[in-house]
């Protein structure tokens, strides 16, 4: 199985700054079959990122990501209030697909 | 609209069962990998399921394996999770979603309390 850990485990920034979210798997995960996922209170996961640097659609600029192998993250280049949430990374390449265990973004 | 409801939760007894239901509608059901994810309360994500477009391949979280099925209509556009000898520790949210770049579409969840 497939261990992704996520840091921080939470992130504390101001509106209009940059966010940086980490994902360091156990092993090379295969053809960087990534994801990215945000999840605000209440509601449903929602893909930001496949494929570990694709945006899905309707997914604002601003979200972008990268890496590949092991390491891997999320940037967020100027933060809007709507996206204070909780961001997980996710590995789909083999089963059991795994999720990290979450970085929580809260306003400051 | 492409939509995924899920349905049949609620709470039941440990050692109980219960059959969780997804209907989907806005898409071609049929040609999409299809997913069961959970989140006990406050908790991260955890996949728990996954079944292949013709139903030849089914996947288990070992936490679930031997305990739940899943299954598809694809004529009924619709996916199935049987849930047997229910534990505690399967309290949660479960939510159905569509697998083509990673976990597309997602339904809004249905509850999953086991208790006495």
């Known amino acids: 199985e497939i261990v992704l850990t996520q840091s921080p485990g939470s992130l504390s920034l101001s509106p209009g700054e940059r966010a940086t979210l980490s994902c360091r798997a156990s092993?090379?995960?295969?053809?960087?079959?990534l994801a990215w996922y945000q999840q605000r209170p209440g509601q449903s996961p929602r893909l930001l990122i496949y494929g570990a640097s694709s945006r899905a659609t309707g997914i604002p600029d601003r979200f972008s990501g990268s890496g590949s192998g092991t390491d891997f993250t999320l940037t967020i280049s100027r933060l809007e209030p709507e996206d204070f949430a909780v961001y997980y990374c996710?590995?789909?390449?083999?089963?059991?697909?795994?999720f990290g265990q979450g970085t929580k973004l809260e306003i400051k | 609209e492409v939509q995924l409801v899920e349905s049949g939760g609620g709470l039941v007894k440990p050692g109980g069962s219960l059959r969780l239901s997804c209907a989907a509608s806005?898409?071609?059901?049929?040609?999409?990998?299809m997913n069961w994810v959970r989140q006990a309360p406050g908790k991260g994500l955890e996949w728990v399921s996954s079944?292949?477009?013709?139903?030849?391949?089914?996947y288990y979280a070992d936490s679930v394996k031997g305990r739940f099925t899943i299954s598809r209509d694809n004529a009924k556009k619709s996916l199935f999770l049987h849930m047997n000898s229910l534990r505690a520790e399967d309290t949660g949210v479960y939510y159905c979603?569509?697998?083509?770049?990673?976990?597309?579409?997602w339904g809004q969840g249905t509850m999953v309390t086991v208790s006495s």
């Open positions: 806005g898409f071609s059901f049929s040609t999409y990998v």
């Open positions: 079944i292949t477009t013709s139903s030849n391949y089914r």
């Open positions: 092993q090379s995960i295969p053809s960087s079959f």
């Open positions: 979603a569509t697998e083509l770049e990673a976990f597309d579409i």
């Open positions: 996710q590995q789909y390449g083999n089963t059991p697909y795994t």
